[in-house]
Every structure is written in C-alpha cells, then in structure tokens.
C-alpha cells in the first residue's frame, strides 16, 4: 500500500507527521516499513542519516527520490508494485505543487494532509484538494489538524471543517503544537511523542484498517 504526506502548504508538520508515523507504525505493525523521501529538501533522509550516530537500530529505510533519478516512477508498473505490496510505503512529498508528483497523488491508497487554519493555510489546502480533483485522484484524502492549538478559538474551524467533510476524512483527534515534536528522531517516540500522536494516528490506522479490509 501507499501512504503519501502532502499538501501545498509549506512547514504544516508533513515531515514531522511522516517520521512520527514511520516510527509509530513500525512498532504497532508486523509489516515492512519502506520510506521515500520525495522533497527536494530531503528532510526526512537527512534526519535519518543523521540517526544513525545514535546507539539505538533503525527502524526502516528511507530512499530519496532524486530529480534526475526518477525510480522508482520511471517505471510504472513499479509504483503499482509498492501499491500493491503488503509492506507499508510512506512517500514524504514538499509542499509545493509539482507535475512529478502526479502519478504517486493518483495512485496513493491515502493522502494524509496535514492542515491549519490560518488564512494562508486555509486557501493552500483547498487548492490542493482542488487539485487532486483534477488529476481524478482515487486516493482517500485523510485530513489532520496539525500544530493545534487548544487554548485558541479558531473562528473558520467550523466552516473549514464543513469543506473539508466534502473531499474526505477529518480525524477529529487534532495533533497538538507541542515541543517534544519539534526534536522528533526516526528511531525511536519517546514517551511525550507518542502520547502527542496517539489518537490521531489510531483514528487514521482505523480508518485504514476499515477502508481497505485489512489488519495493519
Ligand atoms: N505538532 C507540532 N508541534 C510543534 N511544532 C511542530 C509540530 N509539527 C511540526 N512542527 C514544527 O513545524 C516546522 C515545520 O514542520 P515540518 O517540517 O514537519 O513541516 P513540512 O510540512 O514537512 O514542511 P515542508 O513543506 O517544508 O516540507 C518544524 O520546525 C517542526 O518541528
Ligand atoms: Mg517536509
């Protein structure tokens, strides 16, 4: 299967979410994790190279998907492969909008979005889910509040989240702002990390488990 983090937006927390559930999945499930680092940025490839100097076993692999070096796209019929794998495929993309990004958005199993409801945020997200209507993209759109905050009233919440109920899942578990996220590694959740993501992460493994008639 394919699990791909997007969105248009820049820094709503894709990388760390990505990590974050590369980790928790790699615990809870007795499948192969694979990661593929799709951004230009190579975020996650690099904090998982930099890893590696810590004293505790990687949990899974992370390969970057180079411009010049297109795989595994080049070839189709091996994006249908990873699709139909029973390992788990994380794709980490940048959050820009790319042509390159269109075979992987179409035939993702889920798109994992993470979104704020600032402004920018707001108009960013729907024109991505705009987006992925166009490319006619079967894939199930899983939307997560990201860096939320509690103690701040969002007045478009309720408006956002009406939109949003029209394109696909909103986990009503927010994930939260909080530091212990901020110093994320690929190795290991510490206490505080894994609390942060619980019971969004169980809602989407749910939901997964649920839409495609399958025990993660
Ligand atoms: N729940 C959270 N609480 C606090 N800080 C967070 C949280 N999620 C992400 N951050 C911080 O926000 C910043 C952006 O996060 P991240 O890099 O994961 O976003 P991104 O969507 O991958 O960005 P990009 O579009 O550049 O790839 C980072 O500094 C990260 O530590
Ligand atoms: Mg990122």
Redesign the pocket.
Known sequence: MIIT?A?Q???????????AFANYISVSSKRKINVFDF?F?K??YHKWKEDELMDIPKLYDVEIIEEENEQPFTDFETLIGLKESEDINLF?????LDVKYSDLLIYSDFIVI?FEYSNVSVKSTLVFINFLGLMESQAERVFIR???DKGYKYLNQESMDAEIRKYGTLLKSP??????????DTRKLNYEQKY?VKNSFTELIDHINNTLEINL
Do not use: E
């Open positions: 983090f969105t937006k820049g820094g709503t927390g894709k990388t760390t979410l990505a990590i951004d940025q975020s996650f980490d993309l940048a959050g820009t993470p990201s860096k939320y994930v939260f702002k909080r530091n212990c996220l901020q110093t994320i942060a």
